[in-house]
């Protein structure tokens, strides 16, 4: 099933990508571009580690490579084509055996290139930088542990207009995260501060409604 979305996705994109018809130019140019934004997004993720807390007991327990959660990105346009934006995305993976779960967190400040932005299909590439993290929880609701530094993330989607103020969108990035320093944080006792240095890859692909005003 994984495969077969994959499939759609790309070839919406590419659909939306061919040239518009001649036919649609007149109403193209009467379509209204509000400048501010606000999308939700639901997400599917992945990484290919969760070592990257140079310590022995830490994750607790073996971690689901694939989560799921939720983004936010708020923004504004310029120009026509060009998007820039904040953008929030949390994802949650199962640790085995335990209850508690670990987190993937991004923090970035997002570009967009739209294409046809005028029209119902409208591809996009979309790149951002900013600050990325993985956090565990402490059984028993004692604390965190939270391993932190820099994100970047690259890839791009499609957008379908649904009118001047609503359009649904489907994204798919490439996540790299540069891991500096982990906070250690736990319940009733002083904060532990260490050195990283490690990197991983992994990505993100969700769809959501974008409202525009």
């Known amino acids: 099933m994984r495969r077969i979305a994959w499939i759609l996705m790309i070839a919406m994109v590419l659909a939306g990508a061919a040239p518009a018809r001649a036919d649609d130019g007149a109403a193209a140019d009467a379509v209204k571009l509000r400048r501010w934004f606000l999308g939700l997004q639901a997400n599917a993720s992945g ?3 969760w070592d990257v807390f140079n310590r022995a007991d830490l994750p ?9 959660g939720g983004g936010l990105l708020l923004g504004r346009r310029f120009g026509d084509r060009f998007l820039l934006g904040l953008q929030f995305a949390v994802d949650a993976h199962d640790m085995e055996g335990i209850a508690q779960k670990a ?12 294409f046809h932005e005028r029209g119902t299909w409208q591809p996009f590439l979309r790149g951002g930088l900013g600050g990325g993290g993985l956090a565990l929880e402490h059984p028993d609701d004692d604390g965190t542990t939270v391993s932190i530094g820099t994100a970047a993330v690259a890839g791009g989607g499609l957008q379908v207009r649904l009118s001047s103020r609503f359009s649904l969108e489907w994204e798919a990035v490439a996540v790299f995260t540069n891991f500096l320093e982990v906070h250690d944080n736990p319940d009733g006792a002083p904060d532990t501060d260490w050195r990283v240095k490690t990197s991983s890859v992994g990505w993100r692909s969700g769809g959501g409604l974008v409202f525009w005003f």
């Open 103 to 114: 987190y993937g967190i991004e923090m970035l400040v997002t570009g967009t290139v739209l």
């Open 60 to 68: 607790p327990a073996a971690v689901d490579h694939r989560g799921s």
């Open 47 to 49: 990484r290919d580690q």
